[in-house]
Every structure is written in structure tokens, then in C-alpha cells.
């Protein structure tokens, strides 16, 4: 009797542990922007919003790896003002971007990118809502553009690669 309840009570417990595992990937269900192209997108997010003392850390919720930040492999890459960013390190933003709010993403994607200011990623980097960093990309800006042509599906490359165009101080100050 008690063999046949331990018994019960143990196939019991391999049901529900069964029933409450989600996917492996929180996205696989969810429609989410598609990786092509991502690689422009990536390298606005790097230049605006990747440096070490952002997100490009270790730790963070929203890591990015850039050309001027953090590196998978910094040994491979001696020279960071040739702009070589992996397709590792790419596919790792990727990553990045669609997993901080999965199913709100896919309710903006869904929408052809209608609402994106659901999504916190949008609402920080514009600066509508606390972020340490400030406003990185202004409203109506290439960045701002770039980012909501990939919520939308068509990435405009023009915008990205001019949202990727970070002028340092030193510069815009010179004669």
C-alpha cells in the first residue's frame, strides 16, 4: 500500500514538473523580428548603447557586445576601430534584444510594429522612462528609425548605418 502511494505520489510529480517546463527558447512560440539584417540594427545598439560602462557589461539584462565595448573573445580581436563585430557576437545582441520582453515584442511585431512604446527597450533608450544612460537614441533620429524599421520588419539601412555614427565630444568641438 504505501509502495503503491510513493508510487503515485512520484508519477504525480513527474506530471507537473512536465506541465509547468516551458520551451527551451522563450521565443520559440512567439513571432519576434527576424535576425536578417539584424547585423545593422546591432551595430546602431553597440554604438549608442554598448559601451563598457552600459550595456556593454557583463551582467546586464540587455548585455551588447560592440566594436568599442564588451568583446566574446578579445584576444581575436586586437583592433576595435576596424568595426569587425562576429556574427557570434551578433547573433548574441539578437538574442539579447528578443528575450528582455518576449511576448511584448510579439505583440508589436505582430502589429507591424504598431505600439512600439510598449516595449521597455524603446521607452529607456528614448528616455521616457528611468534610465541611468539618459535618452541614447532621440525620437524621429536614424537610431530611433533603424530600431523601429526592425520592429516593423523592413530594417532600413540607410538609418541604421547613420544611427551607428556616434560623434565624440572632442570632435564636435573641433574647429
Not at 502589429?111 to 528614448?126: F, H, I, S, V, Y
Not at 541611468?132 to 524621429?140: C, D, T
Not at 540607410?158 to 574647429?175: F, K, T
Amino acid at each position: 500500500m504505501i509502495r503503491a502511494t510513493r508510487d503515485g505520489a512520484c508519477a504525480a510529480l513527474s506530471l507537473l514538473v512536465l506541465a509547468c517546463a516551458g520551451p527551451s527558447d522563450p521565443t520559440e512560440h512567439l513571432q519576434v523580428p527576424t535576425l536578417e539584417r539584424f547585423e545593422l540594427v546591432s551595430g546602431m545598439l553597440g554604438a549608442r548603447c554598448g559601451s563598457l560602462d552600459c550595456h556593454g557589461q557583463v551582467g546586464r539584462s540587455l548585455r551588447l557586445y560592440s566594436r568599442a565595448g564588451l568583446r566574446r573573445d578579445p584576444a581575436a580581436f586586437p583592433n576595435v576601430d576596424a568595426g569587425v563585430v562576429s556574427e557570434t557576437e551578433v547573433d548574441d545582441n539578437y538574442r539579447a534584444a528578443i528575450t528582455l520582453e518576449p511576448e511584448v515584442l510579439a505583440l508589436v511585431v505582430r502589429d507591424q510594429g504598431a505600439n512600439p512604446e510598449r516595449l521597455t527597450l524603446l521607452r529607456k533608450a528614448r528616455g521616457a522612462e528611468n534610465h541611468k544612460g539618459g535618452a541614447a537614441i532621440a525620437l524621429g533620429s536614424p537610431s530611433d528609425r533603424c530600431l523601429l524599421s526592425w520592429l516593423s520588419g523592413q530594417v532600413e539601412q540607410a538609418s541604421c548605418e547613420a544611427g551607428a555614427l556616434v560623434v565624440r565630444p572632442d570632435a564636435a568641438s573641433a574647429p
